[in-house]
């Protein structure tokens, strides 16, 4: 079972990570969008990181609300809304419970990829977040490592793509050949759980 | 790194300080990032908020003021605001005849507007919202975001914003808005790329002797990379995929209103000779031009190029166009 | 070179057909280089004849109109404009009040307006001439060609235009202007150096994280060069450098009208938050600001940059400042 | 004895020469200056050349009288009243005789320059075109090419000059190390002089 605490310090190894990877977001972000994906995440996980650390729901389900909305309140662009909603529905979706279970709460993120998808509107293989987060997901069945693994390879597959939403999507095919920012940033997001889960964090 | 600039973090607070110490006549409130005017709840009109990614200044901090905007939330730099900032704004502004979110095209800005708009009801405020799409650089298909909103939005700001004046209700101010939007069509140039503060170099390579087509005005990429061309060609190909697709829009042989736009860097000197060329090609292709706006508007940072806009204005168009405006950027009649 | 132009050797006379196309309210001679207002001769008031080299735009064809200048000349990019230009500009202005010639102390406007003032007279006009000399980065002395003039112009354009407007005579014109020259003081600084068309490199060799104090508008270098600053740090030198020396003028803790002006390639954005700096420092110091214009005033190409211009305001002058006036560049009040 | 054509040639050739050299006049008026003296001189030679092509006065005053006024109305800047005072003064001192002799001219030159000093206020060693044009007409006594060499010998000694009049005077101790580009332009009209005595051009 996981407690409130473990979601606290998935959010705070993500805050970590997209930190030090912020750079690296950003420079995705610049042949095929606007070149601020990694000050976007990082202004947001900062804002979230404070926010538990001031104070910390008890619950699970509120964690994840809580983080949603401060990043919906501090991001901003396509990632605040989309990245914002993951985890507020996520967490709607494990209620007020003091601790969930592995399998509450993939069903729960299962839940939370599925708002992603029908807000973005977009649908896999369109070279967003999504291509990572849907094979993410689909492996947590196995292990959050699995997990993070799967979404990792899902934002490498978005390289030879062709943007169908969001910014990249008016380049047309110039947007092929470069890796989706919010794909990258969706597989850190996994990453950092499974270092949470096993321990490392 | 050239920047003028304290730190890349507050680039968008110190910006809101300077607007408020320049702009007495305005209440900006720095802490919430929203720029209103003093009077926007006297005379029950009609609220008209707008917002979007700083960076394109004056958009839109520089159109709030009697005759345009009600409100402007200004995001960090080419990051759509977020919804509490509308949501503040539209409190700020409703009068309880509801408000108007005019929102550029892009998927961070409908996401954000969106939700400020449920929020917004949610606290009892009657909101309307409009999509600026009028970029034809950009095809408007199921496999693209849509066309993003560019200059347009100034067109859309100004003559929606004469209607609210004038105490139009709701749903004409959004009507004639969504018409100047229907109506207008823009192509963008990029001579060089710009610069964030955030990223501290350019958004994109472009070699001298090269220059992007149907470039955005956060400094995404254009669609297409030529080898450098003169005013006059540059003139031709803009205004020229501009009227193709403004063909829809009847009357096809009406008047345009035009704005020629700088994306910041570009010299006025410069401008004005370009809009020579542009006046040149329209006259022979028969277009009359009813009124030309030229200089810095839409802009992006420290992006050296042009944007042209043309909007089919019917005769209401122009009376509103026409009707006094004062705010920081646009001024005139008072 | 990112340029919008069709050639170096058109810009000139590209922008002038632009601003004829833009501008149906102004008389722009295209052949022969002026721009004059169309009623400049109704009503007979004294004339405000201005000019200099272009790429400084919208100094100083944006300056005419109603409450400001009767006719621009434009010179070639950098270059003072020739004594024809003013003669005509003179003749088309003048309704028997005399004409003001505006002049920026730099050798070549000075020598050309001396000939051309020289010239008229002989055409029996009358013709005064004031000479701005605002800016503090160089020294006054007999080693120099004296200090430049820059964005004091534009004070003193406008306030000396209101004089006109209201029916002052020439000496009293004159007077103003010169009074409002004597209290107003500049300090520039450059991030970049700009490109001419001519040169099509950029006129100085500025490397990336340092910067040019006390820099000219024409691409000349400054008087030092210096690691990168902070916009804190450039107000506090650029205002002090211009405070030190307005303390010659009376009263030493009068208000003050400021012009935060950008060099042109600054976005607006950068130049709002330069501006909250400006005030800052002018609060630390105790001194009040009476009325702020922030923008792209008096440019130099693409170069980035700013400058701060106070000028400490009497009564009259306030007056003046604040009286309506109607051109492409500024705009109140009608 | 020299008629109007050879005054005529010798506007030509500054014209040939100026245009040549154009480039490089920009280039020294860059660090000290505006980056402008080539293409100012290269727009007034070359009207100054249409001018004369289109109808050369008969007496060499008138020639170089009318290049004078030419440049006047249409270089602009420093160096078009300057240039422009030179040529005038120095045509009304030929007055309206249709050969000169080399004495007069040397005579009218010198009138010439100072008037250049009068209308300027700079004096040798400010760094100016008069530092080029001083020597060039003191030692005009000897031969055309001596004064030719004597301006460029003087336009040289522009280089550890501080300058004390114009735009490079805004530069103050950072105008030295420079050569002055109106100088150097002054240089080139004196050797134009003596290619066009010594039969040259
Ligand atoms: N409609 C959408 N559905 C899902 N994800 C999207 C959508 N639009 C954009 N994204 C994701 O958002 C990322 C960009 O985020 P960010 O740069 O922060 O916002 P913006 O594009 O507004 O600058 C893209 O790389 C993409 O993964
Ligand atoms: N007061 C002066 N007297 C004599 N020559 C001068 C004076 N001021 C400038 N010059 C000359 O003019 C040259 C610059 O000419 P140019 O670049 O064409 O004009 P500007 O300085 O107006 O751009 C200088 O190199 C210098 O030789
Ligand atoms: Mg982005
Ligand atoms: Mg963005
Ligand atoms: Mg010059
Ligand atoms: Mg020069």
Not at chain 1, 45 to 61: E, S
Not at chain 1, 70 to 96: H, M, Q
Not at chain 2, 6 to 25: F, K, Q
Request: aromatic letters at 4%; charged letters at 20%.
């Amino acid at each position: 079972m996981r407690d409130a605490d473990f979601f606290r310090r998935w959010m705070v190894a993500t805050a970590a990570v997209v930190e030090r990877e912020a750079d690296r977001l950003t420079e995705l972000d610049s042949p095929i969008g606007d070149a601020d994906h990694g000050s976007n995440l990082m202004r947001g996980f900062t804002a979230v990181r404070a926010a538990l650390n001031k104070d910390t729901p008890a619950a699970p389900g509120a964690v994840l609300q809580h983080a949603g909305r401060t990043l919906i309140s501090t991001v901003g662009g396509a990632s605040g809304p989309l990245y914002g909603t993951l985890l507020r529905r996520t967490g709607k979706e494990l209620g007020d419970a003091a601790e969930v279970s592995d399998e509450d709460f993939r069903g729960a993120l299962d839940a939370g990829v599925g708002a992603v998808a029908r807000l973005g509107g977009a649908a896999p293989g369109d070279k967003t977040m999504l291509d990572a987060l849907i094979p993410g997901v689909a492996a947590l069945g196995t292990s959050y490592r699995a997990a993070a693994d799967a979404a990792e390879g899902g934002a490498l597959a978005t390289v030879p793509m062709r943007a169908h939403k969001g910014r990249a999507s008016y380049l047309g095919e110039r947007s092929v050949g470069h890796q989706d920012p919010g794909a990258t940033s969706s597989a850190l997001l996994l990453g950092a759980l499974a270092d949470v889960a096993d321990g490392l964090l | 790194m050239r920047m003028l600039i304290n730190s890349a973090e507050t680039v968008v607070a110190d910006a809101l300080r300077g607007m408020a110490a320049a702009h007495p006549e305005l209440d900006v409130d720095v802490e919430r990032r929203v720029i209103a005017r003093r009077d926007a709840r006297e005379g029950g009109r009609v609220g008209l908020v707008s917002g979007g990614g700083s960076g394109h200044e004056p958009l839109h901090g520089g159109f709030v003021g009697y005759g345009m905007l009600s409100a402007a939330c200004p995001g960090e730099v080419f990051t759509s605001p977020v919804p509490d900032q509308m949501v503040r704004a539209a409190k700020v502004v409703d009068a309880g005849q509801g408000v108007l979110f005019v929102v550029k095209n892009y998927t961070g800005d409908v996401l954000n507007f969106d939700m400020a708009a449920e929020l917004a009801e949610e606290d009892g405020i009657r909101v309307e919202r409009m999509l600026v799409d009028d970029d034809v650089a950009v095809t408007d298909s199921l496999y693209t975001a849509g066309r993003r909103g560019t200059g347009a939005t100034l067109f859309v700001e100004k003559i929606a914003g004469a209607a609210a004046e004038a105490g139009a209700p709701l749903d004409q101010v959004a009507a004639v808005a969504r018409r100047v939007n229907g109506a207008s069509r823009s192509f963008g140039v990029a001579l060089s790329a710009c610069t964030t503060p955030a990223k501290g170099s350019p958004t994109f390579d472009l070699p001298d002797g090269e220059l992007e087509l149907g470039v955005g005005i956060h400094g995404e990429p254009g669609r297409e990379r030529r080898a450098m061309m003169s005013a006059r060609e540059i003139a031709e190909f803009a205004v020229g995929a501009v009227l193709e697709d403004l063909a829809e829009v009847a009357p096809a042989d009406g008047p345009v209103l035009a704005l020629v736009n700088g994306m910041g860097a570009t010299p006025l000197l410069e401008l004005y000779g370009f809009h020579a060329e542009v006046t040149a090609v329209l006259a022979a292709r028969g277009v009359p031009v009813a009124r030309t706006l030229v200089g810095n508007y839409v802009t992006s940072l420290d992006m050296a190029g042009c944007s042209v806009t043309l909007c089919r204005a019917d005769d209401e168009m122009l009376r509103l166009w026409d009707a006094p405006v004062q705010t920081p950027a646009l001024r005139w009649g008072r």
